[in-house]
């Protein structure tokens, strides 16, 4: 079954062809992404507006690339899928009405797919004998949750964000010290430069029972520590290193009982902020020491794309789901309210 995936929640347009008949990453055809980094430059942050209008004028375009790129036309697709939620509502409507105008064109079943399922199912993509039971941590501009999952479809939330998401958190770091936007990867580029233990910030709520997080505060440390220095280019290093050892801190520790909570020894990462290689290198750590296993997808497809939606959609068309023919988005969706794979019903 070739389906073809849409992604355009954000500031991100992504496409891609997943095929089921190849195995893992092999099913992968073809896939394009376009960014509005630049666009959004100017204005320090993403504008929604700006961001639908963009998806409209690239989406169309970026299809008809990644058809060619396959060697494939619109004729050989089995099936549309497309994230519906969560995201911004405008964006979100022109990926969901070209793929159900499409769909309704070649007379082909469509899926709205929930986006932080997407991320979460990525690294099974490229790891195709992994299989739940297990645990994931979902983290990115947006979110930060530990997941246990027993199947596709079937998760129950271990514990969340009370406020910014990590990957919110580093962004809003980095525009506090004056880096430039996008400032979550400036931020971890310019930690390269910082020395450990210069600055010491807290772990935030892991000197508590609990699996949610908090980094409003650790945001704030930064602030004051910045605001009291002399301002130069190696303090600005410093309290980079200072600040992503105790996001990174935290996120591991919390993932460390996550684990003991669910009972498990596999952990999946997966979001934008996975793809940050001391993270990487700290779960893997955690992972050795208490003989179990961690997997990332890699750095390309921890960002939103359209492999993702691709992906978990030709999993739930396969197993016989699809979505009644309204063009129908939720920016706010809870994933524990997904049918399970084996469940066939109506997203």
């Not at 960002?303 to 978990?312: C, P, Q, S, V, Y």
Request: with cysteine; hydrophobic share 45%.
């Amino acid at each position: 079954m070739r389906v073809l995936g849409i992604e355009t929640s954000c500031d991100e347009t992504g496409v891609a062809v997943y095929d089921t008949a190849r195995p893992g990453a092999d099913g992968l055809l073809a896939q394009a992404l376009y960014s509005q980094v630049a666009l959004h430059a100017e204005y320090g942050g993403v504008v929604p507006e700006l961001a639908s209008r963009d998806h409209v004028r690239k989406l169309l375009p970026l299809i008809r690339q990644t058809l060619a790129e396959g060697g494939l036309s619109v004729a050989d697709l089995d099936g549309v899928a497309y994230t519906a939620g969560p995201g911004l509502v405008g964006a979100l409507l022109v990926g969901a009405g070209v793929a159900r105008s499409l769909a309704w064109a070649l007379d082909k079943p469509a899926i709205a797919v929930h986006h932080m399922e997407g991320h979460l199912l990525a690294p099974l993509l490229e790891a195709p004998d992994l299989a739940p039971p297990f645990v994931a941590l979902l983290v990115s501009g947006g979110h930060t949750q530990l997941v246990a999952v027993e199947g596709i479809g079937q998760y129950r939330l271990l514990g969340e964000t009370l406020d910014d998401a990590a990957g919110e958190a580093f962004d809003k770091t980095a525009k506090l010290m004056g880096l430039p936007y996008p400032g979550g990867p400036q931020l971890a580029r310019l930690a390269e430069q910082g020395r450990p233990g210069a600055y010491k910030f807290s772990r935030p709520m892991t000197d508590r029972p609990g699996l949610d997080f908090s980094f409003s505060g650790l945001k704030t440390q930064v602030l004051l520590a910045w605001q009291g220095s002399a301002q130069c280019d190696q303090t600005r290093a410093d309290i980079a290193r200072g600040f992503e050892d105790a996001v990174v801190d935290t996120l591991a520790i919390k993932c460390a009982r996550a684990l003991d909570a669910a009972g498990s020894n596999t952990l999946i990462v997966a979001g934008g902020v996975g793809a940050n290689l001391r993270l990487r290198a700290k779960l893997a750590q955690m992972a050795d020491a208490r003989a179990g296993r961690v997997c990332f997808p890699r750095p390309a497809l921890c960002t939103d794309n359209g492999a993702m939606i691709a992906f978990a959609g030709a999993l739930r068309l396969a197993a016989g789901q699809c979505s009644h023919a309204s063009i129908d988005v939720r920016p706010r969706w809870d994933m524990a309210s997904l049918p399970a794979l084996d469940a066939t019903a109506d997203a």
